[in-house]
Structures are given as C-alpha cells and as structure tokens.
C-alpha cells in the first residue's frame, strides 16, 4: 500500500539521507513508524561522542570503527594531532553513522514488510 502522506516530522525526514527522504513518505504509517522507532534505537548523539572522545578517547568504538579506534589508541591520537583535529569532524563522523544506520533500518523495514 503506497501513500504520499508521511506521519514523520519534517525537521526528522531533513536529517535522514536523500534516500530514506524520498522512500518513506511512500510507504505506509505503520511501516513510516516502524521505521523511526528503530532508527531513533540506533541513532548516535553528536553530544555523547565529544563526551567519549574528551574522556576516554572512544569516539571511533561510538560509531562502530573500530579498526579506526584501535589505530587511534596505538599513535595515541596521531600524538595528539589527530585527536584536535576530531574536534572538528566529530559532527560529520556522527552524521554518516547515522545515515548509513538509516538506510540499514530502511533495507531492514522493507525486508520485513517485503516491500
């Protein structure tokens, strides 16, 4: 059953890749509601990785790279080079966990609904 009438918010569907944007206003309000329910699960906080990464330096673990976050602790940072300079690419390494994790729960969505 296909609809044009998305239950999800905008500001929500703006933050989710091309995509999912223009996949899940098709698809039906139960299947839209399964979808944001094990997105929102899943999804990564910007806030608690610069937490990590201040603290413990386990942003990399965070987001699921961990061959990253390994290569990370064994130069210490890039001796504390690279460590400042995640300062700045925190938010972007965040974002494209998230959007690949979007259309991980889309794939996985219309799997189960076999769509």
Known sequence: METTNTILPASFLRQLPYMAQVDLPMLSPQI??????????RQKSTGFAYLLWVFF????AYVNRWGIQFLFWITAGGLGLW????????????????????LQCLASIR???RI
């Open 111 to 113: 799997m189960a609904h």
């Open 57 to 60: 330096g386990l942003h990399y």
């Open 83 to 102: 460590w400042f300079i995640d300062l700045f690419r925190m938010p972007g390494i965040v974002r494209k966990y998230n959007h690949d994790m979007a």
């Open 32 to 41: 839209q509601n399964s979808f944001f329910t094990q997105y929102v699960q």
